[in-house]
C-alpha cells in the first residue's frame, strides 16, 4: 500500500511535471470573470477589419504564426524599436511584409476600455487569429488563453526560427520540430496559405527557374512579377489561386496540380514524405480542418509566458 501511493505520488508529479511545462495554464474560460466580454469585443473589431480589407484576416493569423515562433507566444512580434529597444518588426521575416499592428492596437483599446490592465497582447493575437479563420469561412475552435506578455523580443530568434520561403522540406520538418510540432502539424498549418498574399521577391525564383511547376500556372503570375531581381519586387499575388480570400482546403488541390506559389509550398507535394498527407488534405477537407485545429493549439501552446512571468502590456507596442 505504501509503495503504491509512493508510485502514484511519483506519477502524479510527473504528469503535473510535464503539464507545467508544455501546457502551462492556458484555458479557455481565463477572463471568464475578469472580461466576460472579452470574445464579443474583439470578434467585432476583427470582423470590422476583414470588412475594410478582406487580407487583414490573413495578416492577422500570420502576425500569431510570428508571434508564437520566436520564443513562444508572447506578444513579442507587436513590440515597435526604438532607440533603446530592437524589436523583431525589422527581423528578415517580418520587415516590410507583417501587417496588422494598427487593427491589434485597435483591438486592445476597445479591451482595455472594457477591462483595463487586464488581457495580454499575446492573447488578442491567438483570438484574432481564430476569428479571422472563422471570419474567411474556416472552422471555430476553442482558444486556450492566460498568456502574458513578453518584456524582451529576440530579433536574432525572429532572423533563425521563421522558416524562409526558399526552405526545402527536411528544413521545414526540422524548424517545426524545434518548437515541438510535427510533421503532420507542419502541413497543416501550412493549409493557412489558403489566403492572403505573398510579394513577388518570395516567389520570383520559383516561377522563372523551377521544373516542378504548372507552366499555366507559372505563365499566370510572371506578367506581374518580371524576371529581374529589383523590378517588381513587392508586387502582390494570391497564395491560393483558387479561393484566396475563403480559408477552405485547395491551397492542398494547388500543391497537387503543381500550383504553390512559393518553393516552401510545393515542397510539402514534391515527392517526398509529406505528398500522402498533402494528397489527403486535397481530397478531404475535414482531415485538413481536424488536423488545423489541432496544429493551431499546439502552436498556440509553444512557451507562453503564464502566472507572474511578463506582463499584461497596456500599449502591444511598448513595455509598460
Ligand atoms: C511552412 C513555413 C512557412 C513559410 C516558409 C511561410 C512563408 C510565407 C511567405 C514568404 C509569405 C509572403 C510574405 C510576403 O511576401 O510579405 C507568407 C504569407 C502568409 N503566411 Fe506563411 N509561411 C509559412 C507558414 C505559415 C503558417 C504556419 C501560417 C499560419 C498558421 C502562415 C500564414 C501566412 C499567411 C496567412 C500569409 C499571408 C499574409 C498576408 O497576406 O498578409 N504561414 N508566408
Ligand atoms: C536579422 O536580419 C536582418 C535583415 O536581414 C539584419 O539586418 C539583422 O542584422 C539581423 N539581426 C540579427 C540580430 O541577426
Ligand atoms: C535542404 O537544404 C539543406 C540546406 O541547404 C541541404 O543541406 C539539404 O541537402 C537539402 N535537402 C534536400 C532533401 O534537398
Ligand atoms: C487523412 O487524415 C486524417 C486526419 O489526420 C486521418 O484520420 C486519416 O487516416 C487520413 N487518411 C489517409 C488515407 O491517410
Redesign the pocket.
Known amino acids: 500500500m505504501a509503495s503504491f501511493s509512493g508510485l502514484a505520488l511519483t506519477l502524479l508529479s510527473v504528469v503535473a511535471l510535464l503539464l507545467g511545462n508544455s501546457h502551462a495554464q492556458l484555458t479557455p474560460n481565463f477572463y471568464e470573470d475578469s472580461c466576460p466580454d472579452l470574445l464579443s469585443i474583439v470578434q467585432a473589431q476583427v470582423e470590422i477589419a476583414i470588412k475594410n480589407e478582406k487580407?487583414m484576416g490573413?495578416?492577422l493569423?500570420?502576425l500569431?504564426?510570428h508571434d508564437c515562433f520566436v520564443n513562444g507566444c508572447d506578444g513579442s512580434v507587436l513590440l515597435d524599436d526604438t532607440p533603446a529597444f530592437v524589436g523583431e518588426k525589422n527581423a528578415a521575416?517580418n520587415a516590410?511584409?507583417?501587417?496588422?499592428f494598427e487593427v491589434i492596437d485597435v483591438i486592445k483599446a476597445a479591451v482595455e476600455e472594457a477591462c483595463p490592465g487586464v488581457v495580454s497582447c499575446a492573447d488578442i493575437l491567438a483570438i484574432s487569429?481564430r476569428d479571422s479563420v472563422v471570419q474567411l469561412g474556416g472552422p471555430d475552435w476553442q482558444v486556450k488563453l492566460g498568456r502574458r506578455d513578453a518584456r524582451t523580443a529576440s530579433q536574432a530568434a525572429a532572423n533563425s526560427s521563421?522558416?524562409?520561403?526558399t526552405?526545402n522540406l527536411s528544413e521545414?520538418i526540422s524548424?517545426?520540430a524545434a518548437q515541438g510540432l510535427s510533421v503532420q502539424d507542419?502541413v497543416a498549418?501550412?493549409g493557412?496559405?489558403t489566403?492572403?498574399?505573398?510579394?513577388c521577391?518570395?516567389f520570383r525564383n520559383r516561377i522563372y527557374e523551377e521544373a516542378n511547376i504548372d507552366s499555366f500556372f507559372s505563365n499566370t503570375r510572371k506578367p506581374n512579377c518580371p524576371g529581374t531581381p529589383g523590378q517588381g519586387d513587392d508586387n502582390?499575388a494570391p497564395?491560393d489561386i483558387q479561393t484566396p480570400t475563403r480559408f477552405d482546403n485547395s491551397y492542398f488541390v494547388n500543391l497537387v496540380a503543381r500550383k504553390g506559389l512559393?518553393h516552401?509550398d510545393q515542397a510539402l507535394f514534391n515527392g517526398g514524405s509529406t505528398d500522402t498527407i498533402v494528397q489527403n488534405y486535397s481530397q478531404n477537407p475535414d482531415a485538413f480542418i481536424q488536423d488545423f485545429i489541432t496544429a493551431?493549439i499546439k502552436?498556440g501552446d509553444i512557451k507562453p509566458l503564464t502566472g507572474c512571468s511578463g506582463e499584461i502590456r497596456t500599449n502591444c507596442r511598448r513595455l509598460n
Do not use: C, D, E
Open positions: 487580407r490573413a495578416s493569423l500570420r500569431f504564426f521575416p516590410n511584409s507583417v501587417r496588422g487569429a521563421i522558416p524562409p520561403p526552405s521545414l524548424s517545426y507542419m498549418l501550412s493557412a496559405h489566403i492572403g498574399k505573398a510579394r521577391t518570395t502582390l497564395l512559393l516552401s493551431m502552436m
